[in-house]
């Protein structure tokens, strides 16, 4: 196994952006996923989202990609003071969710490299292979995605996510499909990102290897955070109250 990732893939680590949600409500017909959520997530946290099956973790993820928008309420992103221009913002954020959206007919290396001529990389050919390295698949480069198992393609979304040296890194139970080995790779190379000043955002369940990074946990339920262990608090108290009542499920649709 590879080292895990000690900085960005571009040599320098990143800056760590500053996530601001206000009132944020999302309606999908008569259902509302979330309800009010109002949060502030300082550059460098790593929190860690917990709650049952709907309780709306998926849906804040997706919000803060900007992969969908709020119905109402709105959110923001800062570096340091400076707001970044809603345009400025998806090139800064890095996304594995539970579909890994790989182009199977493409190998690992050109799935990269499609990925950094999209994020506008220089070089993307080297940058593509210097991102296969840590995730471990620098000898697969040339393989077909549809040869790679559950894990590879897992790994190799990881990679993609992490392409563009992102400030803000949103893993939406981003273990799954990795064996012990993987899971323990993943935790390490969380570890070494938030050390990097990367603010990290993840949905998670159960107790598993990511959660060690962990620096803050706030749990949802029914669209609405019912308990926030609040920047310097102790993560671990949420944690548990989310093995106990959650540890058998997975995460939402």
């Known amino acids: ?56 973790k998926t849906t804040l993820l997706k919000i803060a990609a900007q992969l969908t928008h709020p119905s109402r309420g709105k959110i923001a992103f800062y570096a340091g003071e400076s707001p970044i221009p809603a345009e400025n913002v998806k090139v800064r954020v890095g996304m ?31 940058k593509s292979r210097q991102a296969l390295q840590p995730v471990g698949l620098a000898g697969r480069a040339g393989d077909l995605v549809r040869t790679f198992s559950r894990g590879m393609r897992q790994r190799l979304s990881i990679a993609r996510a992490l392409l563009a040296s992102p400030g803000l890194l949103l893993l939406d139970e981003a273990g799954t499909g990795l064996d012990p080995e993987g899971q323990h790779w993943l935790g390490a190379a969380i570890q070494r990102l938030r050390d990097t000043g990367c603010t990290i955002l993840m949905s998670t369940h159960g107790r598993n290897e990511t959660q060690g990074a962990v620096t803050r946990a706030i749990r949802l339920e029914g669209g609405k955070i019912t308990h926030d262990s609040g920047a310097g608090g102790n993560p671990r108290e949420v944690l548990v109250m989310a093995a106990v009542r959650d540890g058998g499920e997975g995460s939402e649709a």
Request: charged share 20%; glycine share 12%; aromatic share 6%.
């Open 96 to 126: 594995v969710g539970h579909h890994t959206l790989l182009y199977e007919e493409l190998t690992a290396e050109e799935n990269l490299i499609f990925f950094a001529k999209l994020f506008g990389l220089e070089n993307p050919a080297e």
């Open 1 to 56: 196994m590879s080292t895990p990732l000690a900085s960005s893939t571009n040599g320098g680590p990143p800056n760590g952006l500053r996530i601001q949600f206000s009132e944020v409500e999302k309606r999908y017909g008569m259902r509302l996923a979330l309800r009010g959520v109002s949060l502030t997530i300082d550059a460098g946290e790593c929190v860690a989202l917990v709650g049952h099956n709907g309780s709306g």
